[in-house]
C-alpha cells in the first residue's frame, strides 16, 4: 500500500525506501506538498516529485538509480568541436525562470508535462533561496538550451534540462560537470536511467548504493557550486 502523505505532516516524514512498489517502479508517498522543508528532506532523502497535471503530489526513490560521477563524464570529438565553434556562452542563474518554463514546454516526443504550475513556483522558491540553480547556454543573445536542478552540500540534483539548438544540453551538462570538479561535487543525480545520458558517461548504481553516497556527500562542504 503506497504512504498518503498530509501537509500537516512534518516535512521529514517519508516511508523507508524499501517501501516503494514495484509498480509503478519507485513510487513511495503520494500527497503532502511542495514546501521548502519538504522538497529539501525530500533531496537529502534521495527521493523526488514527479507527477502529472490532475494528480497529487507522487513522490519517488527508484531502484537503480541514474547517476553521473563528474570523473566519469565523456563526450565525442565532434562534440568537442562543437564546444570550440558553436559561439556558445554559458552562464549560470541569469534566468532560471526562462529555463525551468522551457523544460516545461511540450517537445515533439512529448506533447505533456510533468513540471505543472505548482512545481515551476516550488523550483522558483528553491532558486530565490539559493538551493536550486540553472546552467545556461546562449548564442546571439537568446537562449540556446540549458538545464536546473538542486545542489545540497557534495550532490546536484539534476530535474530537466533542454535544447533549441543542436548540442546545447550537452554543452550545458559539460559545464555542470566541470563546476562540480572545480567545487569538489561528487555526484550528480539523474534519476532515471536515458540513454542520451549513458552515452555521457551516466551509469544505474542500486539505491543502496546511492543512499550510501548521500550519506557521504549530502552534507559535505565545499566551496559553492555557483558563486554570487
Same mark, same amino acid.
Given at each position: 500500500?503506497?504512504?498518503?502523505?498530509?501537509?500537516?505532516?512534518?516535512?521529514?516524514?517519508?516511508?523507508?525506501?524499501?517501501?516503494?512498489? /514495484?509498480?509503478?517502479?519507485?513510487?513511495?508517498?503520494?500527497?503532502?506538498?511542495?514546501?521548502?522543508? %519538504?522538497?529539501?528532506?525530500?533531496? *537529502?532523502?534521495?527521493? !523526488?516529485?514527479?507527477?502529472?497535471?490532475?494528480?497529487?503530489?507522487?513522490?519517488?526513490s527508484p531502484d537503480p538509480r541514474e547517476v553521473l560521477l563528474p570523473r566519469e563524464f565523456h563526450f565525442a570529438r565532434r562534440f568537442t568541436r562543437s564546444l570550440r565553434t558553436r559561439g556558445f556562452e554559458w552562464l *549560470?542563474?541569469?534566468? !532560471?525562470?526562462?529555463?525551468?518554463?522551457? +523544460?516545461?514546454?511540450?517537445?515533439? /516526443?512529448?506533447?505533456?508535462?510533468?513540471?505543472?504550475?505548482?512545481?515551476?513556483?516550488?523550483?522558483?522558491?528553491?532558486?530565490?533561496?539559493?538551493? @536550486?540553480?540553472?546552467?545556461?547556454?546562449? %548564442?546571439?543573445?537568446? =537562449?540556446?538550451?540549458?538545464?536546473?536542478?538542486? /545542489?545540497?552540500?557534495?550532490? #546536484? #540534483?539534476?530535474?530537466?534540462?533542454?535544447?533549441?539548438?543542436?548540442?546545447?544540453?550537452?554543452? @550545458?551538462? @559539460?559545464?555542470?560537470?566541470?563546476? +562540480?570538479?572545480?567545487?569538489?561535487?561528487?555526484?550528480?543525480? +539523474?534519476?532515471?536511467?536515458?540513454?542520451?545520458?549513458?552515452? =555521457?558517461?551516466?551509469?544505474?548504481?542500486? /539505491?543502496?548504493? !546511492?543512499? @550510501? =553516497?548521500? %550519506? *557521504?556527500?549530502?552534507?559535505?562542504?565545499?566551496?559553492?557550486?555557483?558563486?554570487?
Amino acid at each position: 500500500m503506497i504512504t498518503w502523505l498530509s501537509p500537516d505532516d512534518p516535512p521529514e516524514r517519508f516511508p523507508p525506501h524499501d517501501a516503494a512498489l /514495484r509498480d509503478p517502479p519507485g513510487l513511495l508517498a503520494a500527497g503532502g506538498d511542495l514546501t521548502f522543508e %519538504r522538497l529539501l528532506a525530500a533531496y *537529502e532523502r534521495g527521493i !523526488f516529485p514527479w507527477y502529472s497535471p490532475g494528480q497529487p503530489v507522487l513522490w519517488w526513490s527508484p531502484d537503480p538509480r541514474e547517476v553521473l560521477l563528474p570523473r566519469e563524464f565523456h563526450f565525442a570529438r565532434r562534440f568537442t568541436r562543437s564546444l570550440r565553434t558553436r559561439g556558445f556562452e554559458w552562464l *549560470e542563474n541569469r534566468d !532560471f525562470a526562462a529555463v525551468v518554463a522551457a +523544460c516545461a514546454a511540450p517537445r515533439a /516526443r512529448s506533447p505533456g508535462t510533468w513540471i505543472t504550475s505548482e512545481m515551476r513556483a516550488a523550483y522558483l522558491q528553491l532558486h530565490h533561496l539559493g538551493q @536550486a540553480h540553472s546552467i545556461e547556454i546562449w %548564442r546571439a543573445g537568446a =537562449l540556446a538550451g540549458g538545464l536546473y536542478g538542486v /545542489r545540497l552540500g557534495g550532490v #546536484f #540534483f539534476g530535474e530537466s534540462m533542454f535544447s533549441r539548438e543542436r548540442d546545447a544540453s550537452k554543452v @550545458a551538462l @559539460a559545464h555542470l560537470v566541470a563546476l +562540480c570538479r572545480r567545487n569538489a561535487l561528487a555526484v550528480i543525480d +539523474c534519476q532515471l536511467p536515458s540513454r542520451h545520458l549513458g552515452s =555521457l558517461g551516466a551509469r544505474t548504481i542500486p /539505491r543502496a548504493q !546511492f543512499q @550510501a =553516497l548521500l %550519506r *557521504e556527500h549530502v552534507r559535505s562542504g565545499g566551496a559553492p557550486l555557483l558563486p554570487p
